[in-house]
Every structure is written in structure tokens, then in C-alpha cells.
């Protein structure tokens, strides 16, 4: 099995880390800055049976120039070609405005699987995480919800296993 898999998330969510868990490899640029990883950055997660091509999305914000708008259109492009969208949200943070735009922009996405992960559960006692999903799932239908430590790597795996069923 191979395919195409996105990551978006508003910045600091761990979008980075997440990818650089998945692969064991240090691709991604790790910072800070929102907007560091301008270009798409492909990692790739390999194993005896799977291949995933990671897409780190950063232009999913909403734009306040002419290169913003440049980056949306790409990454809507982006989101409509791969199997799979990671939607990475921190659980310890209410959900926000940025969360918000970039659900509204999955919600046009058709026929691509989204995956809501909740992610630095390492932060918070697990009974808190239930009622974050609720509140994410009045928002709009996820095909999976997976809570993971992109830090840690818990569940890592079990994400890329559940992801790997639609490729
Ligand atoms: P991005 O902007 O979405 O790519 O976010 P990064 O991957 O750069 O992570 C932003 C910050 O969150 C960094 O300081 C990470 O170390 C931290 N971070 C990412 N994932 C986790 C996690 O699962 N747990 C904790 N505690 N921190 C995390
Ligand atoms: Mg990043």
C-alpha cells in the first residue's frame, strides 16, 4: 500500500513533530516561526507493506496577503489530491478561530478521509480529552479520532496503522 497523506493544523499544533515521529527523521524544519515550512515538505514513512508521503500543508490560515493566497489555493489543490488529511489540533487549547477556518475548508474537501488527531494528550489527564471531542464533533463528521503524543510517539503508530486502512 502507498498514498499521500496531509497534515494541516494551525501553527504549533505539532504538525512538525507529528511527521518527524512518523518517519524517525528530523525532514520537517522544527520551529516556532508559523510559517518556516513555506513549501510543502514531503517525509516518508516506510515499512515492509506501507508507504506514506507525508505533506506538511502550512498555507491553511487565513490569508492576509497575496503570497497567503497564493498558499491557500495550494494547499486546497493539495487537499483533494492525497488519501488522507491529518487534522492536528492541540487538546490542551480551547478550541479557536484557527481551528475553526481551517474545519470550514476541510468541510469542501469531498471524498478525502479526515482524520481529527488530538495531539499532546502527554499534557492533559485523559478524562479531559472527552469533552474536547465532543466540542470537535458538533463542528463537523471526522472519519477517525485519534488522540496521540506526536512528542512521545504514543499511539503514533496506531494513527499510521489506522490511516494505512485507506490508502
Ligand atoms: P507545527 O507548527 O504545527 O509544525 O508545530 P511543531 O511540531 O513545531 O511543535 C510546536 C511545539 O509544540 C514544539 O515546541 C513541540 O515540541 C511541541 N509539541 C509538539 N507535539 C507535542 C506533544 O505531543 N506534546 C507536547 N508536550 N509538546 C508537543
Ligand atoms: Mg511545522
Redesign the pocket.
Known sequence: KSGFVAIV?R????????MNQAIGQKI?I???K?QT?RNKIHGVYTTDDTQIVFL?TPGIHKPNSKLGNYMVKAAEGALNEVDAILF?TDVTEPIGGGDRYIMEQLKKVTDTPVFLVL?????IHPEAMLPVIEKFRKQMDFTEIVP?????GNNVNALLEQVSKYL
Open positions: 493544523g501553527p504549533n499544533v505539532g504538525k512538525s513533530t507529528l520537517a522544527m520551529s516556532d508559523p515550512t506538511d492536528l495531539n499532546k494528550i502527554d499534557k496521540v503524543s506526536a512528542l512521545q
